[in-house]
């Protein structure tokens, strides 16, 4: 389907249940009297209980975190958040970009949590599993309220997007990265624009993320790249160039992932490739399984992120070498927690 990162609708593997979940979330996240818009792409109004998430998996890298929406009109065929779409009685395929959770209370849920005598700062990411700035932000501005939230708090903030939007929230920002509360990761897959379309279709050119890397370092606003995830004998040779790129353009470091596809994602990738580049197809998924132990997932905490073998250690080595070449001695700075306990005790005045 043009346009889209998925091209099919896999079967949801709680297909007894589908509907039973759909009318159960609907019922108790849902307001009653709202109508889910008739369009492409359909937004569901929903008010789920809580917003905070404590995140369990060790080798993520974020304690917490908070997602205004789910599923993601950004449609990128390897996103590992598709298989989240099913627990709400949709599919990982088509419905994951075009039916899209929208949390209208996103806002006081997390004042709620964050003004609450028991909780102790500690940073929250926004985007932890579908992207805080896709296309819908733009007219909904949830996130953008999120943010003004954390700055009224005085709380730490990460976030991690693939879209150019969040220049659109620079004025916030400045006012966190003064008191050292934000920290931006960008996600980079490749330079290419044409790799960039056909993995990830509805997001921000590489033109507009390398200007916003530009703009945020610009504004001394901390930001770093996330070259996630590298697919073999797609994006698997560009990481010194990349690398390169976004050192100049004052980006502060890189992080990187190893594809995996998990659950669905497994045959919507699957099918995407043949379609897409049918060359490679078959060289691309038997690396894909060299990395993993002969499967095209690997869901062992420790080596699922960045895999094992010849080609994940040859990975390894060239983002080693690149840091060392290109971010030797940049490092981004610890988020400020101590903030926002002095402001629930009331010894610092914002207005």
């Known amino acids: 389907m043009y346009g889209r990162g998925a091209q099919l609708n896999v079967s949801n593997r709680f297909d007894a249940y589908e509907h039973q979940l759909r009318d159960d979330f609907l019922n108790h996240c849902a307001k009653e009297g709202d109508e889910v818009q008739n369009s492409k792409t359909v937004l ?61 209370n996103a806002v006081s849920l997390l004042e709620k949590k964050i003004a609450s005598k028991n909780w102790e700062a500690k940073p929250i990411v926004l985007s932890g599993n579908t992207d805080c700035y896709q296309p819908v932000e733009k007219k909904l501005k949830i996130t953008r309220q999120l943010l003004q939230t954390f700055l009224r708090y005085k709380h730490p903030v990460g976030i991690i997007t693939k879209n150019a939007l969040v220049q659109r929230d620079m004025d916030v920002l400045k006012d966190l990265a003064t008191d050292n509360l934000v920290h931006v990761n960008l996600s980079i897959t490749s330079l290419d624009e044409e790799t960039r379309r056909i993995l990830e279709p509805r997001t921000a050119s590489i033109k507009k993320r390398l200007e916003t890397i530009e703009k945020l370092s610009s504004a001394d606003i901390p930001v770093s790249v996330m070259m996630a995830p590298i697919i073999p004998s797609i994006n698997s040779h560009e990481i010194m160039p990349l690398v390169k790129e976004i050192s100049e353009r004052g980006a502060l470091g890189v992080g990187y992932t190893i594809v995996r596809l998990n659950g669905a994602i497994g045959a919507i990738f699957t099918d995407w490739i043949k379609k897409a580049l049918p060359d490679r197809a078959n060289k691309v998924l038997h690396q894909i399984e060299s990395v993993h132990g002969g499967n095209l997932n690997d869901s062992r905490f420790g080596t699922r992120m960045k895999g094992e073998g010849e080609f994940a250690n040859q990975i390894a080595q060239q983002f080693k070498i690149a840091k060392s070449k290109y971010l030797n001695g940049r490092e981004r700075p610890v988020l400020n927690c101590d903030l926002h306990q002095k402001f629930k005790d009331g010894q610092l005045k914002l207005f």
Not at 85 to 99: I, P, R, S, T, V
């Open 44 to 104: 569901i109004d929903t008010y789920p209980k809580t917003i905070v998430n404590k995140v369990k998996s060790p080798d993520v890298g974020m304690g917490y975190s908070l997602n205004p929406y789910q599923g993601c009109e950004h449609g990128c065929v390897y996103c590992y958040a598709r298989n989240s779409h099913e627990y709400w009685g949709y599919n990982a395929g088509l419905d994951f970009e075009q039916k899209i959770l929208v949390k209208r």
